[in-house]
């Protein structure tokens, strides 16, 4: 009954209109001084002409367009070019050649004693994996990932990268650590094959396609076998039409993030504890959201960019993580899509099953959080994100089981459905800033997520509090409108659907 009910109209006017009416109120009392001391090191000179400063407090950002964004253009446009005459000339070779072409890039890039251990690395567990034993092929990755964790191995494997450069250690780690989970993602795969193995080949084909090599996202092995030697080349139509709009998209969003590090400095205020002490309760509480929405949009964004590459090679990646401002349910919370299709196939969804009883839920989601945590690397701040945020998705199941038993199902039933959408409205109201408060522990620090806590719940009590979950409310409503009219959308083409095919088989 959540979604499927329609609400006056009326209503979701005045929803729009507090939703807007508080994102005006937060830029107003958003303070825009960068001339603090503890800003020196984030806040660089931007448009002189203007004169603005720029946030660079994200390195990831700033690492892909500005510092080396012509670097990786130039990569990325070269792999284009590579397999475009590829595909032009033989088709049927054409994973062999993005092979070819990313391992020399590799090998350029990190010099061959790195090269060397990843193919070390594809070779171990490629044998692991002929044993078809899926505890084994997990134990023997999990433990592999582990290596590049802890010290002294660390050092050790980083030894083997050549050169100095500032990019160096980034693409180190970003390199082994989707190879690893590649290479495991082929290694369960092999063992569902009930004929025969796959061939080391595949494995190298799937680990050094360029585009995904160091920064992801992760396609898991059978998707990517299936589509990269897929013999039909032709495409549907609009498709490079639709491609071409996606890179515009990017390019978009991308001078819009550029134009608001020169005006908001959400990246930098966060660490600035003495200036968010002087703030307003409502602008640390939008600060908070607004941190989340941008690493969204980075990672929409950076993501985005690779997956329109891997498109023209006739991929389908995984497509960007929903954005944070339409998540109010924790099972729907990811910031890589990738990574969360990758641990739903093998752990959550395999342990789990249908997710129906608490204690299949309770052990799908502590082993996944387990390698979520191995794999961003264990410490403080990375247990108390995943402590909570396994914490949220299980209290979920435990609610929903709870509202289905007597008498709160016959007290739902009585209601009408309209009702019954803004009761649990507000329940989604208050999941909606467990996530936001979860997440922002990630993100930014523990002190700046106990300050926003302590300013929505406790100093701000009850203005700032009440105002803010009124506003979420209607924001909450929203979200649930547009998956309605989708909802509403998918079952009239399928309506469509059917009835064309019953058409099709009278005449």
């Known amino acids: 009954m959540g979604i499927k009910a329609a609400l006056p109209r009326y209503e979701l006017y005045v929803y729009n209109?507090?939703?807007?009416?508080?994102?005006?109120?937060?830029?107003?009392?958003?303070?825009?001084?960068?001339?603090?001391?503890?800003?020196?090191?984030?806040?660089?000179?931007?448009?002189?002409?203007?004169?603005?400063?720029?946030?660079?407090?994200?390195?990831?950002?700033?690492?892909?367009?500005?510092?080396?964004?012509?670097?990786?253009?130039?990569?990325?446009?070269?792999?284009?070019?590579?397999?475009?005459i590829c595909s032009m000339l033989a088709p049927q070779h054409r994973s062999l050649m993005y092979m070819c072409y990313g391992t020399l890039a590799v090998l350029v890039t990190m010099?061959?004693?790195?090269?060397?251990l990843i193919l070390s690395h594809c070779v171990l567990l490629y044998s692991i994996s002929l044993v078809k034993l899926r505890w084994l092929c997990f134990l023997a990755g999990l433990t592999t990932l582990s290596t590049f964790k802890m010290e002294p191995f660390i050092s050790w494997q980083a030894g083997f990268v050549t050169g100095d450069f500032?990019?160096?250690?980034?693409?180190?780690?970003?390199?082994?650590?989707?190879?690893?989970?590649?290479?495991?993602?082929?290694?369960?795969?092999?063992?569902?094959?009930?004929?025969?193995?796959?061939?080391?080949?595949?494995?190298?084909?799937?680990n050094f396609y360029l585009p995904f090599f160091f920064f992801g996202p992760i396609m898991t092995f059978d998707k990517f076998y299936a589509q990269a030697n897929k013999a039909d080349l032709t495409r549907k139509e609009g498709a490079i039409w639709n491609i071409s709009l996606q890179g515009l998209v990017h390019l978009g969003a991308i001078l819009t993030v550029d134009i608001l590090f020169h005006f908001l400095y959400i990246l930098s205020i966060p660490t600035d504890m003495k200036l968010l002490k002087h703030m307003s309760d409502w602008a640390v509480v939008g600060l908070a959201y607004c941190n989340l929405v941008y690493d969204w949009v980075k990672a929409a964004v950076l993501f985005g960019v690779i997956n329109t590459v891997s498109r023209l090679d006739h991929l389908d990646p995984p497509q960007p993580p929903k954005c944070i401002t339409m998540l109010y349910v924790f099972s729907e919370t990811h910031f890589d899509r990738g990574i969360n299709d990758w641990l739903c196939k093998y752990v959550y969804n395999y342990l789990g099953g249908k997710h129906d009883t608490v204690w299949d839920e309770a052990i799908a989601t502590l082993c996944t959080f387990g390698i979520t945590v191995l794999w961003l690397g264990p410490c403080q701040v990375v247990f108390i994100w995943a402590f909570f945020n396994c914490f949220g998705l299980n209290f979920e199941l435990w609610t929903s089981k709870f509202i289905c038993m007597e008498p709160f199902a016959s007290l739902e039933m009585a209601m009408s459905p309209a009702m019954s959408r803004r009761i649990r409205a507000v329940f989604n109201t208050f999941n909606f800033w467990t996530i936001v408060l979860y997440n922002v522990i990630a993100l930014n620090s523990l002190e700046f997520t106990k300050l926003v806590a302590k300013r929505l719940l406790l100093k701000g009590f009850p203005i700032t509090t009440i105002t803010v979950f009124i506003v979420t409310y209607c924001l909450v409503q929203l979200i649930k409108e547009r998956e309605r009219r989708q909802m509403a959308r998918l079952q009239l083409i399928d309506k469509v659907y059917l009835e064309v095919l019953h058409g099709n088989k009278i005449y």
Do not use: Q
């Open 111 to 116: 010099g061959w004693t790195y090269t060397t």
């Open 166 to 206: 500032e990019l160096r250690s980034v693409l180190f780690y970003g390199g082994c650590g989707f190879t690893i989970m590649r290479c495991m993602s082929f290694a369960l795969e092999n063992c569902e094959k009930k004929e025969g193995n796959y061939s080391i080949l595949e494995l190298l084909k799937y």
């Open 17 to 84: 209109t507090v939703v807007y009416l508080g994102m005006l109120w937060y830029f107003f009392f958003l303070p825009a001084n960068v001339n603090r001391k503890t800003f020196k090191s984030s806040v660089t000179p931007g448009w002189y002409y203007f004169g603005r400063r720029m946030d660079t407090a994200d390195f990831e950002w700033v690492m892909w367009f500005s510092t080396y964004r012509d670097h990786i253009l130039f990569a990325l446009s070269g792999h284009v070019i590579f397999a475009k």
